[in-house]
């Protein structure tokens, strides 16, 4: 496949600006990250790459089994100084550092998925001392397991046990 058409076609849907340039072709959906496939008219099927990555590609060379990660946390920003090379974990670890992780560092009732407070959870160790884990599940629509590992201290660490 002839590069420079495929460079150009690339570099024509990038607005280029004082902080990002930001991908103006497709995207992955809403909100999702710039992508283009390398195909260039052909009829050989060719699944998309990332815009981001492919700017990478073309100012600093393949990288690899590497991901290439935003600086600027931008997903449509294909400026290559605010990319960098980081492995899976890289990327976990960067989510969590800047406050993106949906599940990382929520905790008790901040958590997305809690179906408790920490006031019913308070309550629940309470009440394991006159009621059944049965009992208490009903009580608060959720499993026995919860209740159990609430009970053994698994889960809601954060909340203090009574004492005896």
Not at 31 to 57: C, F, Q
Not at 84 to 95: A, E, M, R, S, V
Request: glycine share 10%; charged share 25%; with cysteine.
């Amino acid at each position: 496949m002839p590069l420079a058409p495929f460079v150009d076609r690339f570099w024509r849907h990038v607005r280029k600006g004082c902080g990002c340039w930001e991908w103006t072709g497709a995207t992955s959906g809403a909100g999702g990250y710039g992508k283009i496939s390398m195909a260039n008219g052909t009829s050989r099927p060719h699944p998309p790459e990332y815009a981001h990555r492919i700017a990478w590609m073309l100012m600093r060379g393949d990288p690899g089994y590497l991901l290439v990660l935003h600086r600027c946390d931008n997903r449509l920003c294909v400026r290559p100084d605010h990319l960098f090379l980081g492995t899976h974990q890289d990327n976990c670890d960067d989510k969590i550092a800047k406050g993106r992780a949906r599940y990382g560092l929520s905790i008790g009732e901040a958590h997305g998925n809690a179906k408790l407070t920490d006031g019913d959870v308070e309550a629940i160790l309470a009440a394991l001392h006159h009621k059944t884990q049965t009992a208490i599940a009903r009580e608060y629509a959720v499993s026995v397991t919860c209740i159990n590992s609430i009970a053994k201290g698994k889960t809601w660490k954060h909340i203090e046990r009574p004492r005896g």
